[in-house]
């Protein structure tokens, strides 16, 4: 089943090309807002599936093309990202130690919606493509061997980040949760629709130019060890996103005016906005291309504000 919300967060589920409103049903879960009412219905899906699944069936479709479709998390209670997760193609020797961070909740956005890269000296702004999860339930030290019956389901997610800012190890939380950092959308995919998560075909795009194009399964921690080791550090609530990492090798800059979309296969496409105030601008250089010249770093500023002189 694939959920989403519309307009003005009418909870709908999508039949083919359209989707039916199903806000009805649901209406009885205790919520304040289209967060909470997520969560809840994460919480209680089993109870609430069959009515879910006979009012999409008899509802009326509306056209997804005629929509304004949002976040379907608008607010999750943790966003944990794994970085450095992935073998980059298997050009890694060994896998990264395991290792995560927190992303503040309030920089999600939804598909439509603009990324605004704010006015600090970011040596780059990037945004990383990841396909992340969704809890289902309370999790707290799974196992491996239970994790995957943790899951609720899939959304596309991008990591916006603002690197280079100082001081040097002391910058994750001001380059990871700025506001709008976190795009994600366009639906959130039920589990059971996603046979194998771990051979999903990614693909980011810059202004219609591919970027990162990789597959989940190169992975390095795979998502049962990702539950595991998160859920040993705190508990999981239904309705939290724990994105999976990103391979580097396609990340390039974000600029102003750029439009960037995200397919992870299964799950939609996402598409979304960027805005620079400061108009600032870099190469379009990506790791890969800057690996192969023998540089380590990304791409320097060119332009605008905070431009290293000349």
């Known amino acids: 089943m694939k959920l989403l919300f ?10 083919g090309e359209e989707a039916v409103d199903v806000s009805a049903v649901v209406a009885d879960i205790p919520h304040t807002g289209p967060g909470d009412l997520m969560t809840g219905l994460i919480a209680r899906f089993d109870a609430y599936r069959p009515r879910l699944e006979a009012a999409a069936a008899t509802g009326k479709g509306v ?56 006015d600090v000296p970011a040596t780059i702004f990037e945004g990383e493509a990841e396909l992340a999860l969704v809890i289902g339930k309370r999790a707290s030290n799974v196992s491996q061997a239970e994790a995957m019956n943790y899951v609720f389901g899939y959304i596309n997610f991008i990591d916006g980040s603002a690197r280079g800012l100082k001081p040097e190890r002391n910058s994750f939380f001001q380059m990871k949760s700025r506001e709008t950092f976190a795009p994600i959308g366009p639906f959130l995919v039920t589990a059971d629709e996603i046979p194998d998560p771990q051979k999903l075909g990614v693909t980011l795009t810059v202004n219609g130019e591919i970027k990162q194009k990789f597959n989940t399964d190169d992975m390095a921690h795979k998502i049962p060890r990702c539950i595991e080791w998160a859920s040993s550090i705190h508990t999981l609530e239904p309705g939290d996103i724990l994105a999976t990492g990103t391979n580097h090798r396609g990340l390039s800059s974000f600029m102003d005016g750029d439009e960037v979309t995200l397919t992870v296969e299964g799950l939609g496409t996402l598409g979304f906005n960027v805005r620079d105030d400061l108009k600032r601008s870099w190469s379009r250089e990506t790791r890969l291309d800057r690996q192969k010249q023998g540089f380590d770093t990304p791409t320097p500023q060119v332009s605008g504000k905070y431009a290293p002189a000349k």
């Open 63 to 118: 056209p997804l093309k005629g929509l304004r479709i949002r976040a379907p998390l608008p607010k999750p209670g943790n966003i944990v990202c794994m970085a450095v997760n992935y073998m980059e193609d298997g050009t890694l020797k060994e896998p990264a130690a395991i290792n995560a961070f927190h992303k503040a909740p309030t920089a999600i956005i939804g598909p439509g919606d603009t990324m605004v890269l704010p």
């Open 6 to 15: 519309a307009d003005d967060y009418r909870l709908c589920v999508v039949r």
